[in-house]
T-cell receptor, first 113, second 116 residues
Framework: QQQVKQSPQSLIVQKGGISIINCAYE??????FPWYQQFPGKGPALLIA?????SEKKEGRFTISFNKSAKQFSLHIMDSQPGDSATYFC????????????FGKGTSLLVTP | ETGVTQSPTHLIKTRGQQVTLRCSSQ?????VSWYQQALGQGPQFIFQ???????GRGNFPPRFSGLQFPNYSSELNVNALELDDSALYLC???????????????FGPGTRLLVL
């Protein structure tokens, strides 16, 4: 049972554009929502994370928007660059489960020059 | 500061064999979690070790087992390998629940296992 649903499966954005990836969850116990970036042949690297007590968090070109009532959160990549081309995973976890991560299925992002 | 390391990087086994994968956690981290990532999928939680004790398990059969050592390094053992066990096995370390930042997990590069 997929606890975190992620869309779209793939995304093509022009250089300089905005990339938007969406995730939804059901378990209201989740209290930590990270985004990971993964390049081929590499392990996932933490990009940015948010807790449900804030609605938005920004780090450089990356922003998480969080809607607790809708149980949805999204990643926005501003001024997308070809080097951002990778697979992005959203995840959710909670302290009751030792923060074991529940991942979405991933979004393959291609930023064209 | 040394990141999470895993060995070996690649491994080929035949069905029915047993395999041991190893992970060294990031300096100062006492919690290790293991994940299985099938091709084109998100990582799936296998289990977690906190201070040498299993601290949670995902939906994996008992032939997946693990250990954590006093230096917080860890092993993942898989017995009676099946073709579907072919995947990237990822280890992640963290500071542990109760530390205030224990939710942040840092991943190693993974071990690619192919079962023939």
């Amino acid at each position: 049972q997929q606890q975190v649903k992620q869309s779209p499966q793939s995304l093509i954005v022009q250089k300089g554009g905005i990339s938007i990836i969406n995730c939804a969850y059901e378990n209201t116990a989740f209290d930590y929502f990270p985004w990971y970036q993964q390049f081929p042949g590499k392990g996932p690297a933490l990009l940015i994370a948010i807790r449900p007590d804030v609605s938005e968090k920004k780090e450089g070109r990356f922003t998480i928007s969080f809607n607790k009532s809708a149980k949805q959160f999204s990643l926005h990549i501003m001024d997308s660059q070809p080097g951002d081309s990778a697979t992005y995973f959203c995840a959710a976890s909670d302290s009751n489960s030792g923060y074991a991560l529940n991942f979405g299925k991933g979004t393959s992002l291609l930023v064209t020059p | 500061e040394t990141g999470v390391t895993q060995s070996p990087t690649h491994l080929i086994k035949t069905r029915g064999q047993q395999v041991t994968l190893r992970c060294s956690s990031q300096s100062g981290h006492n919690t290790v979690s293991w994940y299985q990532q099938a091709l084109g999928q998100g990582p799936q939680f296998i289990f977690q070790y906190y201070r040498e004790e299993e601290n949670g398990r995902g939906n994996f059969p008992p032939r997946f087992s693990g250990l954590q050592f006093p230096n917080y390094s860890s092993e993942l053992n898989v017995n009676a390998l099946e073709l579907d066990d072919s995947a990237l096995y990822l280890c992640a370390s963290s500071l542990g629940v109760g530390s205030g930042v224990g939710e942040t997990q840092y991943f190693g590069p993974g071990t690619r296992l192919l079962v023939l």
